[in-house]
C-alpha cells in the first residue's frame, strides 16, 4: 500500500484552549465545533414539535447508516443505530448459538463491555470463557491463532486492545475461525475512524463501536454492523420504527415484519433528535478527512512520543505490533507516583490503563502539544 499523505492540524475545527494538551482521544474526544451545533439544531427541534413530521423520525437514521456503511465498507442494510458498544454486544451474544463444553474466546483485560456479556452467556450455556493471557512480546495474533479450535463457539475481540494499542490481526482470526466454524464479534470502539478496517477480510458477524472516541460523535450514540446471515435474527427491543411501513403514523394496527436488514436491532427512539444530526456530523467529517490519512497522521503524532519515550528507556510496544494511533508508554520499575495528577497541573491529559501510560492523540494536536508532553515525560525519569 502506497504511504498516505498526513493531514494538516485540524486543531482550528474543535474548541480546545491554546494552554490544553489533550492526548486523551481513546478516552473520550472532544466534538467538533460542527458537531456540537448540529446537536444543538437537532436538540432546539424539539421546542416546535409541530415541526416534526413522520418522515422526519427516519431520514436522519437514514444518513447515518449510509455514512456508516461508506466508513465500514458495508451496505446502509447492514448497519443498526444502537446507544453504546454494550448494547450492539449484547445483541451479538443473543443471535449466536453457543452450546454447553463449547468455548467463548477473549483476551486478558478486555474492556469490560466486552468480557460481561460473554461471562454471563458462558455462564448460562455452559460455555467456557476462554481468556488470552497477554503475549510478553505485544504479539496477541498468535496467541489468538493458538487458542482457536473447533471447540471455539465465538471469538469476541477488538481490533486494538484498549489499554495500549497492541494490535490483533483480525483478518487471520477471521481465517482460522473459517476452518474452525465459529463466529466473530469485534468491538471497534477504539479504531473505527482513526485506522483502515478491511470488511472484505475480516468479515465480522456483528462489528460494534461506541461513537464518542475515535468517531468524535456525542455520548451515548454507535453503530452496529451485522452481516446479512444475522439480518433476521432477535433484536434486543422490538423497535417499532423498523417495522414495515412504521412512516404510516395514523395507522394504528400492529405490524409483525420488520423492514430488510439490520434496523431492527436499532434501540428504541432511534430518532433522537439531538445526538443522531450530531453523530452523523462528525461522521461526515471523518469521512472527508479520509480513515488511511487520520491514521498516518495519527501515526506521525505517536512516533515524536514513542522516539522519546524509547530514548528515555521506557518501554513501547514495537510499532508493528501496535495501532498508530495508540501508545502504551511502561517504566522499567512501574508508573511513578501521582504520574498522571503532574501532568494534569500542567494541563496535559493522558490515562493510566493499568501498569500502563496510554497516549491517544488526534489531529487536534500540534507539534507543541507533542513536545511538552515529551519535556514533562523527560522530567519522570
Ligand atoms: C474497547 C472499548 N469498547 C467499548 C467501550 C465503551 O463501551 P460502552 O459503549 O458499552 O460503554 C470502551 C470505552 O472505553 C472501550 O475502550
Known sequence: MTAQAPLAEQRDLFEIPTEICYLNCAYISPLLRSTAQAGKVGMER??????????????????????AASLLGSTANDIAIVPSASYGLATAARNLPVREG??????????????????????????????????????????????????????????CHWSDGTLVDLAQVRQRLDETGGALVVDLTQS?????????????????????????GPYATGLLYVDPQHHNGDPLEMPIFSRRNAVQFSDISYRNEFEPGACRFDVGEVANFALLPAL?????????????????????????????????GLDVVDSARRAPHFLGIRFPDGLPDGLTEHLRD?????????????????????????????????SFV
Not at 292 to 305: D, F
Not at 346 to 375: C, K, M, W
Open 46 to 67: 424539539k421546542l416546535r414539535p409541530w415541526e416534526i413530521r413522520p418522515p422526519d423520525f427516519f431520514s436522519t437514521t437514514r444518513q447515518i447508516r449510509s455514512t
Open 102 to 159: 463449547q468455548k467463548i474466546l477473549v483476551l486478558a483485560e478486555q474492556y469490560p463491555s466486552n468480557y460481561y456479556v460473554w461471562e454471563a452467556l458462558a455462564r448460562n450455556s455452559g460455555a467456557t470463557l476462554q481468556s488470552v493471557a497477554r503475549p510478553a512480546d505485544g504479539d496477541w495474533t498468535r496467541k489468538v491463532l493458538e487458542s482457536l479450535d473447533s471447540q471455539t463457539a465465538i471469538a469476541a475481540l477488538p481490533q
Open 192 to 216: 473505527l475512524g482513526a485506522m483502515t478496517f478491511n470488511l472484505e477480510s475480516i468479515r465480522p458477524d456483528f462489528a460494534v463501536a461506541a461513537a464518542y472516541k475515535w468517531l468524535l
Open 280 to 312: 452523523h456530523d462528525a461522521l461526515l467529517q471523518i469521512l472527508e478527512w479520509q480513515v488511511p490519512r487520520i491514521q498516518e497522521s495519527l501515526g506521525q503524532r505517536t512516533t515524536v512520543i514513542s522516539t522519546e519515550a524509547r530514548a528515555l
Open 346 to 378: 500542567q494541563q496535559i491529559y493522558v490515562s493510566v490503563r493499568g501498569d500502563a501510560l496510554r497516549v491517544t492523540p488526534y489531529l487536534y494536536n500540534t507539534e507543541d502539544d507533542l513536545e511538552r508532553f515529551n519535556h514533562a515525560l523527560r
